[in-house]
Nanobody
Framework: VQLQASGGGLVQPGGSLRLSCAAS????????MGWYRQAPGKQREMVAH???????NYADSVKGRFTISRDNAKNTVYLRMNSLKPEDTAVYSC????????????????WGQGTQVTVSS
């Protein structure tokens, strides 16, 4: 099982980006998916989380600006980021709580590689 993140980059303050994270491999089911971020010198923080049923929650710092969504048919989670601020600059990492085909009774947390988001003029 692998998670592949994409969509990071450099954007000006007030701009938008969309991150994607696709899970692939021998997957039985995917429960929650989400995003964390870590800025230099700061602790990692949860950004957004979405259940298999579509219920989402967000860090207070991104509420109203970021939207998490998922396409269960594609095993993909998205993070739409609007009104970006310099303080949103960080490495964003996706995760999924996944039951592999060969271990259906167990749920594991898989992580994608980080993608850099830089908000700067």
């Amino acid at each position: 099982v692998q998670l592949q993140a994409s969509g990071g980059g450099l954007v000006q303050p007030g701009g938008s980006l969309r991150l994607s994270c696709a899970a692939s491999g021998s997957i039985f089911s995917i429960n929650a998916m989400g995003w964390y971020r870590q800025a230099p010198g700061k602790q990692r923080e949860m950004v957004a989380h979405i259940t298999s049923g579509g219920s989402a929650n967000y860090a207070d710092s991104v509420k109203g600006r970021f939207t998490i969504s998922r396409d269960n048919a594609k095993n993909t989670v998205y993070l739409r980021m609007n009104s970006l601020k310099p303080e949103d600059t960080a490495v964003y990492s996706c995760y999924g709580r996944i039951r592999p085909q060969d271990f259906r009774d167990n749920e594991y947390i898989y992580w994608g590689q980080g993608t850099q988001v830089t908000v700067s003029s």
